[in-house]
């Protein structure tokens, strides 16, 4: 039995924890916050009750493997799954309006067929069946297995090239299938939200991010009553049982080290904590402090045979939670997406290149000369009919969700391009308020039922989960010579492993339970472990 340091309480971290315990390890938690969830968190007002983290779960087998694996009570015994339906509904920047049937490809076909004409279903559909193929393609050795050192196979993109005519040249990026491929504005649009919603520009995406909406069309969209705390909730318990130790309040500023690997950590007050392994559930950024290094200098923890440079420009996530007087009515979508007016407007703003971002909306102090805040962007409205989230049936709780800049100012990180300081005065709230304009397409009557708001940013992303910038991390996707890939979960320093979003297989709730099941793997099996068979 040896004893296990694990840095942080976010999902991927717990999930490694109960797994590590159940094999009969001894597993303490330190905890910088005085909570557990990491980015998965709940604010409560007034009865009220929303989520600040994702709404919605999809691949919710990897948790049902977690907890079968774990415990004797299995998820559904743990929590209240249910599939929304419909899966999403759409307002383009035309005014067109579709709503999408949840895991049905047959009713996805023919709700794009009705509303933007005949053939646009079967466009889609093929598309998706060559996401299928990508998906199938890479599933097992993006997500199921430790990343190799002969990751270079994973460098090479799965989505079947499509050639038309005198383009020969296969797509190379999520916006070049788009455009290729559906022809449609409005498919286009729909394909490239699923990116940034995972904060992903589709304009240097690869195509293999078109497994991101088959995976949602094919498994499904799942809402957990009470929300995604409520998952938190439920494996927070689960590790409880299994003698998971917590200790909140205790940052760590160092691993510490014996004989050149892990052997425990140092906490904030100067105590350390003795340890045979430590598993570090935290941006890689802050690890290679951790480790002596600074930033961005990953040389202790990984080569650069390991794993290149991502491509991934930061992004965070900008939320606004709305109390409204009034039933919601029956037949409300729980998913809508409002789509930007200016495509290219908005990714220049969030991402940076490209089109400059429209005018409307002041720049706050800190943003990098490329940077800005879209005044029409893409606002994803979360309208969950759950008793749980209300005071009673006469009310209804409403979450808004924006990609947008990174924060920042945060010390000892490199500012993106086009960072916002997010504390600026009045910055945050002149955003809501065009943020709650534009929700006004999927909530009729939405000022005149307003009782407040409350507003998150980047800068609280940054103050709860330590992540630098307050970013929020993409999933890991295959291609692109592997620059989309995440550090792997195998350190250089002996004893020393990474789990959660920051580490192989990326960012979601569905890929943190799928690094914790690597990270214990890899120690329960050895290093040599390939995942499970």
């Known amino acids: 039995m040896a004893r296990i340091a694990v840095i942080g309480a976010g999902m991927g971290a717990m999930a490694a924890a109960a797994r590590l315990a159940v094999a009969g390890h001894r597993v303490a938690v330190y905890e910088r916050a005085e909570t557990y969830g990491g980015g998965v968190r709940r604010f409560e007002r007034d009865g009220f009750g929303f989520d600040t983290g994702p709404g919605l779960l999809h691949l919710p087998a990897v948790l049902r493997d977690l907890f079968l694996k774990t415990g004797k009570e299995s998820l559904e015994q743990c929590v209240e799954l249910s599939q929304v339906d419909p899966a999403s509904r759409h307002v383009f920047a035309d005014g067109t309006d579709v709503a999408l049937p949840n895991a049905s490809r047959a009713g996805v076909i023919q709700e794009l067929d009705a509303v933007l004409g005949p053939g646009m279903g079967e466009r889609w559909s093929e598309l998706v069946n060559r996401a299928r193929e990508a998906w199938d393609a890479t599933r097992r050795p993006l997500l199921e297995e430790p990343l190799r050192q002969d990751w270079t196979v994973l460098g090479r993109d799965p989505y079947p090239a499509v050639r038309r005519g005198l383009l020969r040249r296969g797509a190379t990026t999520l916006a070049e299938v788009a455009a290729r491929e559906l022809r449609d504005p409005r498919l286009g649009a729909l394909l490239e939200s699923h990116a940034l919603a995972y904060g992903l520009d589709p304009r240097v995406a690869p195509p293999s991010a078109v497994v991101l909406p088959y995976v949602e069309q094919t498994f499904g969209s799942w809402y957990v009553r009470g929300g995604t705390r409520a998952l938190a909730d ?32 140092v906490l904030t007050d100067g105590s350390r904590e003795d340890a045979d392994l430590v598993v570090a559930g935290v941006d890689p950024r802050a690890l290679a402090v951790m480790t002596g290094g600074s930033p961005g200098a990953y040389g202790r923890l990984w080569h650069a045979r390991d794993v290149p440079p991502r491509l991934e420009r930061p992004s965070g996530r900008f939320t606004v939670l709305l109390a409204l007087r009034g039933a919601r009515p029956e037949g409300t979508a729980h998913r809508t997406v409002v789509h930007a007016a200016d495509r290219d407007a908005e990714l220049a703003a969030v991402f940076g290149g490209g089109a400059t971002a429209r005018p409307g909306l002041r720049r706050g102090p800190g943003t990098g000369e490329r940077g800005g805040l879209c005044d029409r962007p893409t606002v994803t409205v979360l309208r969950p009919d759950d008793p749980v ?13 924006v990609t947008v800049p990174p924060h920042a100012r945060v010390a000892g990180a490199e500012p993106s391009p086009t960072a916002v300081d997010w504390t600026a005065e009045s910055l945050a709230e002149e955003f809501a308020q065009r943020v709650i304009a534009v929700a006004g397409s999927a909530v009729p009557d939405l000022r005149e039922r307003l009782l407040w708001h409350e507003i998150r940013t980047p800068a609280d992303t940054a103050e709860e989960t330590g992540a630098a910038d307050g970013a929020v991390p993409g999933p890991a996707l295959a291609g692109a010579e592997g620059r989309w890939l995440h550090p792997a979960n195998l350190t250089r320093i002996p004893g020393l492993y990474a789990v959660g979003g920051w580490s192989h297989p990326g960012g979601g709730l569905a890929h943190a339970g799928m690094s914790g099941a690597l990270v214990a793997g890899l120690i329960v099996e050895g290093a040599d472990w390939r995942g499970s068979q």
């Open 234 to 265: 439920a494996l927070y318990k689960r590790c409880l049982e299994r003698k998971v130790e917590f200790v909140f309040g205790a940052g760590v500023d160092a691993v510490a080290e014996k004989d050149g690997r892990a052997a425990g950590v």
């Open 389 to 401: 989230q209300r005071p009673d049936a006469e009310h209804e709780a409403v979450t808004l969700t």
